[in-house]
């Protein structure tokens, strides 16, 4: 009689208990993976934001430096690729890191005019592109973490069960080159 | 026959002595004990007399609107709950304050004896740049632990050793990962923020340590914070002050 009733008692803990536990997990991967798209949704708009700002940069440099013409196509070049719709994270973060590596020419050539530097645009726009920079790091930041933890979610026993039945897929980190914070630069008279 | 158990008598006469003995001897050392706590308890006075004095710096007794200043352990704790020797001032052009924040706590053992224990906590704080949500950095450290789990998810940063080192709770993961820059990393990873906590509430950035201190150190610290301050990224700032 009492055996009768433990097994019972654990057939409907089995019957019972897996289920709940099945919907859990799956609450909890689709929260984390809803997490991780609205994180990276963030960034784009940050890196859409860095990218409306180049072409005016690029103008206003042009105004003092105009043979730096190979500077500039990079420069746009590399906008150009990194604006265009229907990469992945990781071209994405590639296409973002070839931007900074063409941006960090563009500004050691404006080092050399000590009137772009006094520019008050330039200096807006400069003071602009870092604050963009330190939002795009931030949310780089956030995102990984969220991806991480969704990705170690879909791996770990036993919610790769859960995670393999309904077709959760891992996310992609997004590795860029985070840029240490540029100062504007103090113009001396 | 005889009724010798092969003990002798003079055994059972020392017992009470013996007794008696050890019972001095514990008398003794709560009396050394007490007399010790006095006079360490008169030394920091002093010492924050002193600092108070040469520093310009205002002093409270003890100020009962602190005590429900701060949130999350150990605030909100126990009871007795008390704010005593509030010092306030200016570091570098910049205020900040500092009080011995203390509570007690019974517990009760196998027997049904009651103990209470008292707890102590130096606690600094300085005016953050703009009002934060609800971030906190503690060290992964043995006073902490013994303060028990804190609630809330913690939250992992791209630095292994930082992540070893310390534990970071946010009411907001964005804002605390906003927060947490590769030069804020690197300066919570300096040696004077060890077994420190970091905590940033509403208008208020402070740290706390265990046991009330003589403020001998109060200058590193303040300065510890307003380092701390200085690394905050400016978007940010703006981003959580209304109206800029």
């Known amino acids: 009689m009492v055996l009768t009733t433990i097994i019972g008692l654990v057939v409907l803990l089995v019957l019972i208990g897996i289920p709940v536990w099945g919907v859990v997990q799956y609450n909890a991967l689709v929260r984390l993976r809803n997490l991780v798209q609205e994180s990276w949704k963030q960034i784009d708009v940050e890196l859409q934001r860095r990218h409306d700002l180049i072409p005016n940069l690029v103008e206003t440099v042009k105004g003092y430096a105009k043979?730096?013409?190979?500077?500039?196509?990079?420069?746009?070049?590399?906008r150009t690729a990194a604006a265009a719709p229907g990469s992945t994270?990781?071209?994405?973060?590639?296409?973002?890191?070839?931007?900074?590596?063409?941006?960090?020419?563009?500004?050691?050539?404006?080092?050399?005019?000590?009137?772009?530097?006094?520019?008050?645009?330039f200096q807006q726009l400069q003071q602009e592109l870092t604050n963009t920079e330190d939002r795009i790091a931030a949310g780089r930041r956030f995102y990984n973490a969220n991806v991480r933890e969704l990705n170690t979610k879909i791996e770990m026993f036993p919610t790769n069960v859960i995670a393999g039945l309904f077709h959760f897929a891992k996310a992609e980190y997004f590795e860029i080159e985070d840029q240490a914070v540029r100062q504007t630069p103090e113009v001396k008279f | 026959m005889g009724g010798d158990f092969g003990a002798s008598p003079g055994i059972f006469a020392a017992i009470p002595l013996v007794f008696g003995v050890i019972l001095v001897l514990v008398l003794a050392f709560m009396i050394v004990s007490v007399v010790y706590a006095i006079r360490a308890s008169r030394r920091r006075r002093e010492s924050i007399a002193a600092i108070v004095t040469t520093g310009g710096l205002s002093y409270v007794g003890e100020d009962r609107t602190l005590?429900?200043?701060?949130?999350?352990?150990?605030?909100?704790?126990?009871?007795?709950?008390?704010?005593?020797?509030?010092?306030?001032?200016n570091h570098a052009g910049a205020p900040f304050q500092t009080f011995a924040y203390s509570y007690e706590t019974e517990s009760r053992d196998a027997n049904g004896n009651?103990?209470?224990?008292?707890?102590?906590?130096?606690?600094?704080?300085?005016?953050?740049?703009?009002?934060?949500?609800?971030?906190?950095?503690?060290?992964?450290?043995?006073?902490?632990?013994?303060?028990?789990?804190?609630?809330?998810?913690?939250?992992?940063?791209?630095?292994?050793?930082?992540?070893?080192?310390?534990?970071?709770?946010?009411?907001?993961?964005?804002?605390?990962?906003?927060?947490?820059?590769?030069?804020?990393?690197?300066?919570?990873?300096?040696?004077?923020?060890?077994?420190?906590?970091?905590?940033?509430?509403?208008?208020?950035?402070?740290?706390?340590?265990?046991?009330?201190?003589?403020?001998?150190?109060?200058?590193?610290?303040?300065?510890?914070?307003?380092?701390?301050?200085?690394?905050?990224?400016?978007?940010?700032?703006?981003?959580?002050?209304?109206?800029?």
């Not at chain 1, 043979?67 to 590399?78: I, K, P, R, W």
């Not at chain 2, 701060?70 to 008390?82: A, D, E, L, M, N």
């Open chain 1, 89 to 121: 994270v990781a071209q994405q973060a590639q296409q973002e890191n070839v931007l900074t590596q063409a941006l960090g020419r563009l500004f050691a050539v404006a080092e050399a005019y000590p009137d772009l530097k006094a520019n008050v645009g």
């Open chain 2, 67 to 89: 005590v429900d200043a701060f949130v999350g352990t150990p605030f909100g704790t126990g009871s007795h709950r008390r704010a005593r020797d509030v010092v306030a001032g």
């Open chain 2, 114 to 244: 009651t103990s209470t224990t008292a707890h102590r906590f130096q606690v600094t704080w300085i005016p953050a740049p703009a009002p934060f949500p609800h971030v906190r950095i503690t060290p992964d450290s043995g006073w902490l632990r013994a303060l028990g789990s804190l609630a809330g998810h913690d939250l992992n940063t791209e630095s292994a050793e930082f992540n070893a080192r310390w534990r970071v709770r946010a009411q907001d993961e964005r804002t605390a990962h906003a927060i947490l820059t590769g030069p804020m990393i690197e300066r919570l990873m300096r040696a004077d923020v060890r077994d420190r906590a970091v905590v940033f509430q509403g208008v208020r950035l402070m740290s706390f340590a265990p046991q009330a201190t003589d403020l001998t150190e109060l200058n590193a610290v303040v300065g510890m914070l307003q380092d701390i301050a200085a690394l905050i990224p400016p978007f940010l700032i703006s981003d959580l002050n209304p109206g800029t």
């Open chain 1, 67 to 78: 043979h730096e013409q190979s500077t500039f196509e990079a420069v746009t070049a590399a």
